[in-house]
């Protein structure tokens, strides 16, 4: 056989904002460079440190705590970074940015924790690796060779779990896990979650999905392509980790769930499944908080952290975790 009838080269057949690229031949190339290249804003207010929290997976969460706390103990907010799964990092510069401001600005001990990304890890692969990073903060209040740079500034019963976009994914499932009083974390307690702009999906579109902007900062070729990259081979979006309301996902009405402060923008095409979630959730007797920014895209409060949006938005979380 010539070499003219070599196999051709691999070809590119998904990108997710020029960060993950899969090729035909199932390679995956992953930039170093993050898809918000903005400055980093640390202006010495906050301290920060990275632990590893996972040696099997090799997975770090990176701690935040104010330089001059308001007081000797602070609530711990957990900030699970968004990407569908498929990008993001803890050490990405609009992520650090969100937390300094959720360190300083709430007066909390911030812990980011990153998780395996897919599709090299589909789901459950970050649920897990949400878990494991929740129960590594049970490791630190019950070692006694515990961080002193945590212990001494964390209240561990008054534990916070925030997470954004895929993360309010993750917080979701870790509501749904733990239950209400969360026992199984003792002496940490979770006094509520709170879900900025969840990732969820499903096979039937809402209505701010089918009829979303194309030129959203979050279109329906991304949303579709995230979930055909993260979830389990062979399924479909209404798998249970992805569908909170699919055909075999549990059912959540029996369930005792802590307070959940569930945020959407707008003009995000998740909108629908954001509000559909919250209103189910209530309408179970569930303690939860909807709260939409009109007009708002994805995002926006560390897209754009400085708008008055973002500013309402710490105001409203302040208020939740009081």
């Known amino acids: 056989m010539s070499d003219s009838a070599a196999v051709p080269p691999p070809y590119e057949v998904d990108e997710c904002r020029g960060v ?4 035909s031949d199932g ?4 930039s170093f460079k993050p898809s918000f290249d903005v400055p980093v804003h640390d202006d010495g207010s906050v301290l920060w440190k990275d632990v590893q929290f996972d040696l099997v997976h090799d997975l770090q969460l990176r701690l935040y705590k104010p330089t001059s706390p308001s007081s000797t103990k602070l609530p711990v907010f957990y900030y699970i970074h968004g990407g569908g799964f498929c990008i993001g990092s803890r050490t990405w510069p609009n992520c650090q940015n969100y937390c300094f401001r959720l360190a300083s600005e709430l007066q909390v001990v911030v812990v980011s924790p990153d998780y395996r ?7 459950p692969a970050a649920i897990e690796d949400g878990y494991m990073a929740v129960k590594w903060l049970q490791g630190q209040a019950t070692s006694d060779e515990a961080d002193s740079w945590l212990t001494d500034v964390a209240d561990f019963s008054r534990l916070f779990i925030s997470g954004d976009s895929s993360g309010g994914n ?10 209400a009083g969360s026992t199984e974390l003792a002496p940490v307690r979770v006094k509520g979650y709170v879900l900025l702009a969840p990732f969820f999906g499903g096979t039937l579109l809402t209505k701010s999905e089918a ?5 959203a900062f979050l279109n329906w070729q991304l949303i579709d392509r995230f979930w055909r990259l993260s979830i389990p081979v062979g399924e479909t979006t209404d798998h249970p980790l992805v569908n909170p309301f699919g055909p075999n996902s549990p059912d ?11 945020v959407v923008g707008g003009a995000d095409l998740l909108k629908g499944r954001a509000e559909d979630y919250a209103r189910r ?3 179970w007797g569930k303690k939860v908080e909807y709260v939409e920014f009109e007009g708002e895209q994805h995002g926006f409060f560390t897209i754009d952290p400085n708008s008055q949006a973002a500013n309402d938005l710490m105001l409203i979380i302040k208020s939740f975790i009081v």
């Open 170 to 179: 993750i917080a979701h499932h870790l509501a749904v896990r733990f239950g």
């Open 117 to 123: 990304l897919a599709p090299e890890n589909r789901l």
């Open 27 to 30: 390679s995956i190339v992953r």
């Open 281 to 283: 959730l209530q309408g």
């Open 211 to 215: 009829e979303g902007p194309k030129e």
């Open 20 to 23: 993950l690229r899969v090729y």
């Open 252 to 262: 959540l009405g029996p369930l005792d769930l802590d307070p959940i402060l569930v």
